[in-house]
Structure formats: C-alpha cells, structure tokens
C-alpha cells in the first residue's frame, strides 16, 4: 500500500507545496507568512524588549508566544499550541545572549487544511530567524498520520486528520521528540 494515492492525489510520503515569505510585516521586527497547501500562518516577533514577565529567570530571556484563531475565541487547542509552541522556540533561542528581555511571537491563522501546528512552527521559527534572534539551531516540523491500515502519512491535511491517528514531530537536526 506504500505507492497509494490519497484523495488529493500525494504518495503517502508526500508534501504539499510549501512556501515562505519573509518580513511580510513592516511593524514587526521580523515576520515570516508560511504556507503548506491550504494552511497558513503569519507569525510576527516584537523584540527582544527590556523586562521579563513576572516569574521569569532574569538572568535569561523570556519567550511569550500568542495564538489567533482564524476566527472566534481562544480555547483549549490554542492554548495547547502555544504551550508547545513557548517551550519549542525556547530550546532552539539563546536565552542567555540577552538576558531580562522579553521576545513575544503572535501567530496569526489566516488558513488551516490540517497540519497546523507544524505550519506554525515553522513559520515561527523563520520570523525569528529573520528578527535577528540568536538561535542555536533551526526547528523544523511536520505533521504525520498513521492510517486504519498502517500506512505513515505525511503533512496531514484537515480531512486526514479525522480519519488517522496524528502525530507531530519537532525537532532540530540535533534533537527529535514526539509531542
């Protein structure tokens, strides 16, 4: 079954078209507009700015990410999301580079045809790379599938995603972990 075509007609091990856009936003001190088929996120990065929320190490710098939905309200994904996204983007930062600042990431949602937080990620990770953030390395993520038959799929559309057990990987060429 490895060489089945799937609805959209992609191989298993398939991608779809992917494109990334730099600074897109001129108010941002760097942005990057990642698409992956019909999925795009707009991520901006303000900073870094003196200070760190309260709680925070002052003796590293502080990453706040913030999640918008398309459309309507915050709520428990979203939240996961940016949870996943904060301790993602604080493995790859060099926190120590700038110690008692604060950099803020805001994710916009402008299209999501599955594979969300992957798209996220790596939008994020680019609109830092262009901010001038000091990085340790890249973070780069898909999403994967798992199909009733056990074929892997990969950059699970929205559709998929209703029909398979999805997994995303993250990960850098360093590292990688299933969240």
């Known amino acids: 079954m490895e060489g089945t075509s799937r609805a959209d ?14 600074n897109p936003l001129n108010r941002a001190h760097g942005s990057a ?10 991520a901006a990065v303000y900073g870094p700015k003196p200070g760190t929320r309260k709680g925070e190490n ?7 990410v913030v999640w918008k939905p398309k459309t309507g309200q915050i709520g ?3 939240r996961e999301y940016e949870m996943t996204l904060k301790r993602t983007l604080q493995s790859i930062c060099m926190l120590t580079v700038h110690p ?15 594979s969300l937080l992957p798209c996220a990620i ?36 929205k559709a998929e995603e209703q029909f398979t057990q999805v997994g995303r990987f993250e990960g850098s060429k360093r590292e990688r972990r299933r969240v």
Do not use: Y
Request: proline fraction near 5%.
């Open 100 to 114: 008692n600042t604060t950099t803020s990431v805001v994710l916009q949602v402008v299209g999501d045809d599955g």
């Open 9 to 22: 007609g992609r191989n298993p091990n398939q991608l779809r078209p992917f494109s990334c856009t730099g």
């Open 76 to 78: 428990r994904q979203e």
């Open 33 to 42: 507009r990642w698409a992956q088929g019909d999925t795009v996120v707009l």
């Open 122 to 157: 790596n939008a994020s990770c680019a609109a830092l790379a262009f901010a001038g953030i000091p990085l340790k390395h890249l973070a780069v993520a898909i999403g994967c599938g798992v199909m009733e038959n056990g074929v892997v799929i990969l950059d699970t559309n």
């Open 58 to 64: 002052p003796e590293k710098a502080s990453i706040e």
